[in-house]
């Protein structure tokens, strides 16, 4: 089986769990009734024997896609010899989830000064007991017919569930399969069995609609009915065009930003407030190669950088949720800090392999799970600082636990003041000073300052004072033991290696854009860790690294050097390299992790968080330039 490209996938999402889409119809990955759940369709990683629901038009071609307007609702229109017809399809978002949304995403939530609300144990709830995955085919001209093959695949691919005919809630007829706790049932015209799969052909005439919802309920309870297609819709569409409000930018730049805000609200579970770094696991990084990780877990410093782009652009209420959703997960024992949680704030992330999944492209091994976890990364705290400090500034007032919980941080920094980390990038090798990294510590002590002098928040007399010494110690140190004998910054201390994390520098308030430093950091950068089109990747991988194989241009890396060129006078080159980058992107707008230069492909998890969030910034830097 030929692995699509990742680019040809959209990402469809009911901010709870999500689901990839081919250009051909083909739903090849999906999670329920979470993002981190077992896929129930895998053969994005393997092949159509773990599972997969295809649906086209026979004969046909697509003639467009699209996204609706404001929406993550896909609409594709197929062209066949006898007619034409549109494809809607979509994770519409349950009742319970719109009563319980926060409205435009203008304003903060009214949840009570400390209330930890929307816990783990509120996903036990009705509005988690089933999730729905819409597909609607309307004849527009002529005639067609729709050609379907489900393969229902459990636990990502390994279980070949009960499949029964039965009947719903509403006593209407449907196909049930069942294996564990996992139950689905597919609602609209029947499918055949064939094997252990089911196929189905039926006529459209125009003007003509066949729906079908295939939904995920627990085993144990009796099958949900069938949601209203039409409301459902419209229910949806409201919602995602209500919370994304009006995108305040340049009108060049407006589509790629409003596309990119959606994105990160598609990952970000709407009860818990959890952000996740992507949708899908085990992308390769390198085709072929050993660099597949699982990204559905919740990083502190992706979801904190997220977070200030949102805040950017007014969305309050995700950062007041996720300011919850960060208190809860590390509730009770701060001083054992992960740099990622589940999106409910679950901490065992134990890491292991699928043996009976061929990968993407051969890429070996699948992984589950995420042993970056047990990791100690110096700059996680500094970012998360900086989004707190951002949400201040924003209006968002402390609450009774926010400020100890930021204390806390600082105490967790102030206890690891001397030890060396695994850094941004989550190396495997041996832990270093990263330089990035001690600049993140800097922050940390430097926002909790601002607290208390700029916002009288309290602080002891003994702790501020030793926040200001720590503060001016780790500066010292960085520009000692960080700069290189050209005035660069290096990778880590003593190294001669440079990284394109250095370029947050400025972000920090540590040393501005057109400091000579930066500049010659910057150079340093252009000259090692450019790609022959300009794209930079993020380090060089025969240093700290600690893996084989070899890595492509990392998006994110390439968004702050449009940052870094905009805020130190490098217009034109800060508005090609942009342009460039959103050529990188599917003609839906989304982006991954990195980009193959040399095919001109998409390579890693789909889509990224950390892409979308750089691509936000680097257009508002643009704007302040």
Excluded at 62 to 86: C, D, F, I, N, Q
Excluded at 334 to 352: H, V
Aim: charged share 25%; proline share 4%; net charge negative.
């Amino acid at each position: 089986m030929t692995s699509p490209l990742i680019e040809d996938h959209a990402l469809l999402s009911d901010q709870r769990a999500a689901a990839l889409v081919t250009r051909q119809g083909d739903i090849d990955w999906l999670c329920l009734p979470r993002f981190d759940s077992d896929a129930l369709f895998c053969s994005l990683l393997g092949d159509e024997e773990n599972g997969h629901w295809s649906l086209r038009i026979a004969d046909g071609k697509v003639v467009s896609r699209r996204y609706l307007p404001t929406t993550m609702v896909l609409e594709t229109e197929w062209r066949s010899p006898t007619g034409t017809a549109v494809v809607t399809e979509l994770m519409p978002i349950a009742d319970g989830d719109a009563a319980a949304a926060t409205g435009s995403g203008h304003a903060a939530t009214g949840a009570a000064p400390g209330t930890l609300v929307g816990s783990a144990s509120s996903l036990a709830g009705d509005v988690e007991d089933h999730s729905d995955l819409m597909r609607s085919v309307t004849c527009t001209e002529g005639e067609v017919e729709v050609v379907q093959d489900l393969k229902i695949r459990f636990e990502y691919g390994m279980a070949v569930p009960w499949v029964r005919r039965g009947k719903d809630a509403a006593g209407d007829p449907v196909l049930i399969a069942v294996a564990g706790g996992d139950g689905l049932a597919l609602h609209g015209p029947e499918l055949a069995p064939n094997g252990r799969s089911h196929e189905g052909r039926h006529h459209l005439a125009a003007d003509e609609t066949a729906s079908w919802v295939l939904t995920w309920f627990p085993s144990w309870q009796d099958v949900p009915a069938a949601p209203d297609v039409d409301s459902a819709l419209e229910r949806t569409v409201t919602e995602w065009a209500s919370w994304l409000g009006q995108v305040r930018v340049d009108q060049e730049y407006a589509e790629p930003v409003a596309r990119s805000l959606l994105v990160l609200r598609a990952l970000t579970h709407r009860r818990t407030g959890g952000i996740i770094a992507a949708a899908t696991t085990s992308l390769p990084e390198d085709f072929g190669g050993v660099r597949n990780w699982d990204y559905r877990f919740c990083w502190l410093r992706d979801a904190a950088l997220s977070l200030e782009a949102l805040l950017t652009h007014g969305h309050i209420d995700a950062a007041d949720s996720w300011r919850r959703w960060l208190l809860r997960a590390i509730a009770g024992d701060p001083e054992r800090l992960q740099i990622m949680y589940s999106i409910t704030g679950d901490r065992n992330l134990l890491e292991r392999e699928l043996d009976h999944l061929s990968g993407y492209e051969d890429s070996l091994p699948v992984r589950i799970g995420n042993g970056a976890a047990d990791q100690y990364q110096a700059d996680v705290v500094g970012e998360v600082m900086i989004a707190l400090a951002s949400m201040r500034e924003a209006g968002l007032e402390e609450t009774i636990w926010s400020w100890p919980l930021q204390k806390a941080l600082v105490r967790y920094t102030v206890d690891r003041i001397d030890e060396p980390d695994q850094g941004i990038w989550e190396m495997r090798g041996d832990p270093a000073y990263f330089t990035h990294g001690r600049v993140m510590v800097w922050a940390t002590f430097d926002r909790a300052i601002s607290g208390v002098e700029d916002h009288d928040l309290p602080a002891s007399a003994e702790d501020l004072s030793l926040w200001k010494r720590l503060r001016d110690q780790v500066r010292e140190e960085v520009m000692t033991h960080g700069v290189g004998e050209d005035g660069a910054f290096t990778q880590t201390y003593g190294s001669t290696e440079v990284d394109a994390s250095l370029l947050q520098i400025p972000h920090t308030g540590f040393l501005p854009a057109d400091d000579p430093h930066m500049l010659t950091t910057v150079a340093r950068i252009e000259q090692e860790l450019s790609t022959q089109d300009g794209l930079i990747l993020r380090y060089r991988t025969q240093g700290q690294d600690g893996l084989p194989g070899d890595e492509h241009p990392f998006l994110v890396c390439c968004f702050w050097l449009v940052e870094q060129y905009a805020a130190s006078g490098r217009r034109d080159e800060a508005e090609a390299l942009m342009d460039q980058l959103l050529d990188c992107a599917n003609d839906l707008g989304l982006l991954a992790e990195e980009f193959d230069s040399g095919a001109g492909r998409m390579a890693g998890n789909f889509p990224q968080a950390f892409s979308h969030l750089g691509l936000i910034r680097a257009v508002d830097s643009l704007a302040a330039a």
